[in-house]
């Protein structure tokens, strides 16, 4: 993935939304390619990590053009899966033989008051769901949702929706 000595740069805080630079962002200037790495986080997300699956999100939203600030995104979580390599999912089922759906949205979580007019996909509320199968994952997602919803109760009711269509 990323040379040791790239990774340690100053990190992207864990509770910093990813916007898109108007402009004034530094441009990506890294020797790696951006878009085989959030491809790979994205196949590590799908497969045995999803924990990073809202972070991954956020990095592949800025892939035709990343900027610096999507630079240090990718670096901070690179770091996080660093120190969590020894770490993953442990399954345990359960004898009781049935589905779970677990699902939980925000309602317009990325809104931007300043890049509102430019982009109305802030506008959107982020859905995240998980489905198990006697106690063990088998599907999770984190999602934007494809309608501007004006609720919290409407954005849970169209996440639901969209989670139980599976």
């Known amino acids: 993935m990323l040379p040791q000595s790239k990774i340690k740069d100053k990190a992207a805080p864990s509770s910093t939304i990813l916007r898109r630079d108007l402009g004034d962002g530094s441009p990506f200037q890294e020797k790696w390619d951006y ?21 991954v999100h956020q990095c ?23 120190g969590t390599k020894d770490k993953g999912i442990i399954l345990r089922p359960d ?7 677990h699902v939980d949205c925000d309602f317009a979580g990325n809104w931007n008051k300043e890049e509102a007019m430019n982009n ?17 994952p088998i599907i999770w997602a984190s999602k934007l949702q494809t309608k ?5 109760t409407e954005s849970e009711y169209v996440g639901l929706s969209g989670a139980s269509v599976l």
Do not use: M
């Open 35 to 55: 878009r085989r790495i959030i491809g790979k986080l994205n196949f590590l997300e799908k497969s045995t990590r999803p924990e990073i699956a809202y972070a």
């Open 60 to 82: 592949a939203r800025f892939a035709s053009n990343p900027k610096e600030s999507n630079d240090n995104a990718i670096k901070y979580l690179c770091r996080y899966l660093l």
């Open 95 to 101: 004898v009781t033989k049935s589905f779970e759906v």
């Open 120 to 136: 109305p996909s802030t506008a959107k509320s982020r859905t995240g769901y998980a489905i198990s199968y006697d106690g063990c």
């Open 148 to 152: 501007v919803v004006l609720s919290t």
